[in-house]
């Protein structure tokens, strides 16, 4: 009997309660999980950055640039939704191991072809990896968290991936970005990812054959959880691409400005775990709808505290951080809210609407700065969240009126 037979989601055995070896399993299933990932963070976040340096080394415009970086979130959308069927039919361990080399494959392919054109294709094939290793990973974590705890075990989850995000661009400061060393770092942490999930393969849970639904019969059970993924994924971006130019738009300089997003990352990381406990007290949806509220008014003061370097990073720290939980929240909302059977489907449903965010992010924020510069950019925040806050009002209420599956 597999482990997820045993203790599957909803099984109501937690860390802190419960058969003392099924408690071992679930710590060291959730331990693979997030160790996978966060050593896998570390490689993508190294070569982010990596790819495009040798683009414009290449002689790539900025556009051309983007666009190459965009294929991660079109894979995404494109490949994403099919993960959930194929594990089903190969297993997760057997699926993991596929995307974990043909990525890092992928990543050690890249100096050695001799055209940008060519990177097109493979950066579509190298997102796709990555993103049925998120999927997976994430589904496996939010399987084997006990419904009690499910929100700190996701906040967990992400903060050691937020710190596994910081520590690549670290590295690529060490091995520089020259020659064949920074592309075999980055493919041999990616695999170092396959080493916990191979030592935990017995508790690796089973994908389940789902009831079919596509991404609006998801929508349809699970919203609040959903559109959590598509609007963090499009303020994340958002972010992350345009807060440095309004930072030179109010006066900062290059460092000053790059200065601003650490502020963000460093409240992210920060916030996760106590959001994370949070959500197992209190009704979680409730949490969404308190946290975009909170991320309007934070948006609606850039403007006013932009005249204060001090209050502007206590407000882009504060701020940052909360927005970042949108994402571990609606996480643990959505294992929550769906059955064992749906909870591959949905999780690679939220993958793909995050996706989708992080596409229609940056023209939107970027558009804004533009349109009524230079507090657009907050303002165009602010309507991205409060674009959110709005139906989930009626969601929570919605939600209050039927039980949980």
């Known amino acids: 009997m597999t482990y997820s037979e045993r203790t599957g989601p909803g ?46 080394r290449r002689g790539a415009s900025s556009t051309l640039i983007g666009l190459n970086t965009a294929m991660a979130g079109i894979s995404s959308i494109c490949i994403v939704p099919f993960v959930p069927r194929i594990a089903s039919r190969i297993g997760v361990v057997p699926l993991l191991t596929l995307a974990v080399i043909v990525s890092a494959a992928c990543l050690v392919a890249f100096p050695l072809l001799p055209g940008i054109a060519a990177w097109f294709p493979l950066r579509f094939v190298f997102s796709a990896g990555l993103g049925a290793l998120f999927v997976l990973s994430e589904y496996w974590i939010n399987a084997a968290a006990p419904p009690e705890r499910r929100g700190l075990v996701l906040g967990i989850y992400t903060t050691v991936l ?8 670290l590295l690529l400061a060490l091995v520089g970005t020259m020659g064949p060393w920074p592309y075999v770092t980055g493919a041999g942490l990616v695999l170092a990812g396959l080493l916990p999930v191979l030592l935990a393969r017995g508790l690796s849970p089973t994908v389940e054959g789902g009831t079919g639904r596509g991404v609006f019969g998801y929508l349809r059970l699970a919203p609040a959880a ?71 008014l934070g948006s609606a003061l850039i ?90 009002t009626g969601s929570l209420r919605r939600g209050r009126r039927r039980p949980p599956p």
Do not use: K
């Open 162 to 169: 937020a710190l596994g995000f910081a520590v690549g661009p």
């Open 303 to 392: 403007p006013v505290a932009s005249t204060s370097g001090t209050a502007l990073g206590i407000l882009l720290f504060l701020w940052g951080g909360l927005a970042g939980t949108l994402y571990t929240v609606g996480l643990a909302t959505l294992g929550a809210r769906v059955s064992a059977a749906d909870l591959a489907g949905a999780n690679a449903t939220f993958v793909v609407l995050y996706n989708v965010g992080l596409i229609l992010g940056p023209p939107v924020i970027g558009g804004g700065l533009d349109l009524m510069p230079p507090d657009g950019f907050a303002y165009a925040l602010l309507a991205l969240f409060l674009a959110y806050a709005i139906p989930l």
């Open 11 to 56: 099984s109501g055995v937690g860390v802190l309660g419960g058969d003392a070896q099924n408690d071992r399993e679930r710590v060291a299933a959730i331990s693979a999980a997030i160790a996978c990932v966060a050593v896998v963070g570390i490689g993508l976040s190294l070569s982010i950055p990596l790819l495009s340096i040798e683009m414009e």
């Open 226 to 296: 959903l559109f959590a993924a598509l609007a963090y994924g499009a303020v994340e971006t958002g972010i992350f691409a345009i807060l440095p130019l309004y930072g030179l738009r109010i006066g900062y300089d290059a460092q000053g400005a790059a200065g601003l997003v650490s502020l963000i990352a460093l409240g992210n990381v920060l916030f996760q775990i106590p959001f994370g406990w949070l959500a197992d007290r209190f009704d979680r949806t409730l949490v969404l709808l308190g946290t975009s509220l909170g991320c309007a």
